[in-house]
């Protein structure tokens, strides 16, 4: 399975960006994919989910009303949609897919994008 993230960018506080993540060899498995986020000097966060069933699930609390999390089944791409960014939402931005369910912790998930960077200025 490759994923291949891509749409980061330097966008203005409350500007918008929609990132792509594009999976390839997954075949027909029951699947999810997830956003996570690293800031310099922090932890890897899940940021929104998708599963295979259609469900988003999110993660954090700061996306509500700001980031949308979608799917388009045909190009095999999952999306994030972030609107009204904040200089705190700069970060490296990876996508992730894991068999089965969502899940919040990063181990979980059995392959990654190679990240994308955004960054927010004030």
């Known amino acids: 399975v490759q994923l291949q993230a891509s749409g980061g960018g330097w966008v203005q506080a409350g500007g918008s960006l929609r990132l792509s993540c594009a999976v390839s060899?997954?075949?027909?498995?029951?699947?999810?994919i997830a956003w996570f986020r690293q800031a310099p000097e922090k932890m890897r966060e899940g940021v929104m989910c998708?599963?295979?069933?259609?469900?988003?699930?999110k993660y954090q609390g700061y996306v509500e009303g700001r980031f949308f999390i979608s799917r388009d089944t045909a190009k095999n791409t999952v999306y994030l949609q972030m609107d009204n960014l904040r200089p705190e939402d700069t970060a490296v931005y990876y996508c992730?897919?894991?068999?089965?369910?969502?899940?919040?912790?990063?181990?979980?998930?059995?392959?990654w994008g190679q990240g994308t960077q955004v960054t927010v200025s004030s």
């Open positions: 992730a897919y894991r068999r089965g369910s969502c899940h919040a912790v990063a181990g979980e998930y059995d392959y």
């Open positions: 998708r599963s295979g069933s259609g469900g988003t699930t």
């Open positions: 060899g997954h075949g027909s498995d029951y699947h999810s």
